[in-house]
């Protein structure tokens, strides 16, 4: 029998919008809709709501010295920031440095510099845990190093990269420009831009609107436009903005930044009760840590049963999860993040990544669970 509840247990894939967020939304398509170039009064009124949103939400973020542009989402921003970047600046170097373990849209862009432009690339393996070893890092720098790119929190794992501390190292021993993928850290925990150049967000994953993100740069490093146009965003993402988006972005960030406090506080319990719960489970491996790993997300393995099962019998009861990065939805295929993390081929086939949200409760977890053990033990082969 399917719970008439819908448990969204899918938060890191994508969340609901917020209430506010919505209505302003709705309220700037309906009424804010001339083009932010025209010279009109109307024009001139979404151009100012535009600007002020940048402003705002770099000052929400507390970065100095700075651009902001406005993409359509992170994907988009990820391949500005290291395509992009690497391109403008290639006479520095053409070494980059990246990890095993980043989202489909920073590892393919760095797999496009390598194939297509003859840029250099070490991809550094992580540890059990998802961090990655400082030491090997700065074992891999090099003076023709011209990117390092790290993100700030996994979205398969949740193992968070200490930002500062990486970027320091950097710094302190090279010439390179550092760059992070903030997608899953914004709203989520501290971020810090002290030796940060480039950090890349996505709107959707803190209650915003979908196909809006935006990366924030140095003033000082140069951009080519990967796409060709006209002057918008400083004529590095040419084409009408998506205004509306745009400008309740500010909104989405300081809603998300004002939460996160006492959000992390109910998810922190959520997520011990859930660890806490299953870690007895002799069928259950964790592949994300308790300890180093974001609230919002935790990672299991149901020995013997497959991951296409376990998704298939917890949707049947209204429990919405997802294998792994949504971005590469195929359960079949071996997870590039679990295999930098040296997991066993089983766990591979049998992940399954479970994302909470507010909402839930304590009693919702024991729910669960009650299921994820029910099904261990009806499907285990
Ligand atoms: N980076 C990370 C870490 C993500 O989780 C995602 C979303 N799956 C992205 C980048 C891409 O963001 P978007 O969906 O806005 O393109």
Redesign the pocket.
Known sequence: MSYNKIFYLDN??TNPINPEVLSTYTMLLEKYYANKSSIHALGREVYKLHEKSREEVLSLLNVKNSRLIFTA????A?NMAIKSVAMANKAQGKHLITTNIE?P?VHSSFKFLEEYLDFEVTYLDVEADGRIDLNKLKAALREDTLLVSI?AVN?EVGAINDVAAWTKLVKDNSKAYTHS?M??ALGNIDLDFNNLDIATF?A??INGVKGS?FLVIRDHIDMVPLISGGDQEFGIRPGTENSPANIVLAKTVRIALEEQVEKNEKLKALKDHFYDSLKDNPQVRFNSNQEHSVNTLVNISVLGVNSEIMLNALGQENMYVSAG???QSDVHKRSRVLMSLDKPLENQQTRVRISLNTDLTIEDIDTIVLKITEIGEKYAV
């Open positions: 890191v894939s989402g992170a994907t988009e990820n989202h849209s993100m979205n993928d997608v899953q996505s959707h994953k993100g990065s949504t971005c």
